[in-house]
């Protein structure tokens, strides 16, 4: 369990400031201190009727959108000029937080680091369960 804090926190903290993610201030041992988010997850939001327009959920999938592209654009040489992305690896509502107006991704416990080909922009490697699939397939 404190590896999957770790990674969290650190993966956060590199992430710290880009747009559709959610900022973190501190982590200590098992603790860690993020944005407040206000109206809780997409889940939530669409429980609670928050979220139930064709345009509400536009923007959703929209501000969704962004924050996977931000978090696979991490080292495209525009933010950090690494040759490297993150994946999370745990898409899903709940891991989205509507922080203000601005929903943001969170809870990077499973995310990978994947190197990049600097020639091509292919993997180098790749999550677990892909190269499980790729096995299963051969």
């Known amino acids: 369990m ?5 990674k969290d926190a650190l993966t956060s ?3 710290a400031s880009l747009p559709n993610i959610l900022n973190i ?3 200590c041992g098992m ?3 993020y944005d407040f988010a206000t109206h809780g997850d997409i889940r939530r939001l ?8 064709r345009m509400d959920k536009l923007l959703v999938a929209t501000q969704v959108a962004k924050g996977v592209t931000v978090l696979h654009g991490v080292g495209d040489n525009d933010v950090n000029g690494r040759s490297s992305a993150i994946t999370h690896a745990d898409i899903k509502p709940s891991q ?3 922080v203000g107006y601005e929903l943001k991704l969170n809870d ?7 190197q990049k080909n600097k020639k091509n922009g292919c993997c180098l490697s790749l999550l677990p369960e892909a190269q499980v699939k790729s096995e299963l397939t051969h």
């Open 2 to 6: 404190y590896d999957g804090t770790n």
């Open 13 to 15: 903290e590199h992430l």
């Open 25 to 27: 201030y501190g982590f």
């Open 31 to 33: 603790s860690s201190l």
């Open 46 to 53: 669409m429980d609670r009727h928050i979220i139930n327009g």
């Open 96 to 98: 989205y937080v509507l």
């Open 108 to 114: 990077f416990n499973l995310s990978e680091l994947i």
